[in-house]
T-cell receptor
């Protein structure tokens, strides 16, 4: 079983739609959680950290459920520019390393 | 401020050849990482370093060696390239360990024939 699992998609949505991605992680000792964004043939970049209380950054909302070991990302009012691969990332139990999910592809169409 | 840079951007090798990938960062970060990214596999950690002069193995270290002689540079070596090492290689750096943002370089696309 992979340490971080994501639905690979692709999710094809129209502009203005709301879309949600889910991610599960297997290591209950994980302490830090992130969503990274990767554009086609580019490097990953941090989108947002995920906190236990949930957090919001504009149109993006991230939630963490430690009991179910589940992370989510909600994107409201999707834009064409949101088209990318979204990587769920969890820190390894020993702290110095991150474990990346394989990513979920989002395609926003006009 | 260039952030994280990688050299070269593209490379084609024949099986058995060797090469070194260079990563440089100008953010004074302690931690540096080498990943490979393959379709459907996500990013997998090859080796990492928690400071100048230190290195440690990641998830997929076999066939690779690294060195961190200077804080700003992290080198990844392939001594005898194999087709299974065809991949996109990303270097990253961070100010501290897993709880902190990692900044990535633009990647090196390596093909081994």
């Amino acid at each position: 079983r992979k340490e971080v699992e994501q639905d690979p998609g692709p999710f094809n949505v129209p502009e203005g739609a709301t879309v949600a991605f889910n991610c599960t992680y297997s290591n209950s000792a994980s302490q830090s959680f992130f969503w990274y964004r990767q554009d086609c043939r580019k490097e990953p970049k941090l989108l947002m950290s995920v906190y236990s209380s949930g957090n919001e950054d504009g149109r993006f909302t991230a939630q963490l459920n430690r009991a179910s070991q589940y992370i989510s990302l909600l994107i409201r009012d999707s834009k064409l520019s949101d088209s990318a691969t979204y990587l769920c990332v969890v820190n390894h139990e020993y702290g110095n390393k991150l474990v990346f999910g394989a990513g979920t592809i989002l395609r926003v169409k006009s | 401020n260039a952030g994280v840079t990688q050299t070269p951007k593209f490379r084609v090798l024949k099986t058995g050849q060797s090469m070194t990938l260079l990563c440089a960062q100008d953010m004074n970060h302690e931690y540096m990482y080498w990943y490979r990214q393959d379709p459907g596999m996500g990013l997998r950690l090859i080796h990492y370093s928690v400071g100048e002069g230190t290195t440690a193995k990641g998830e997929v270290p076999d066939g690779y060696n690294v060195s961190r002689l200077k804080k700003q540079n992290f080198l990844l070596g392939l001594e005898s390239a194999a087709p299974s090492q065809t991949s996109v290689y990303f270097c990253a750096s961070s100010s501290s360990g897993g709880a902190h943002e990692q900044f990535f370089g633009p990647g090196t696309r390596l093909t081994v024939l």
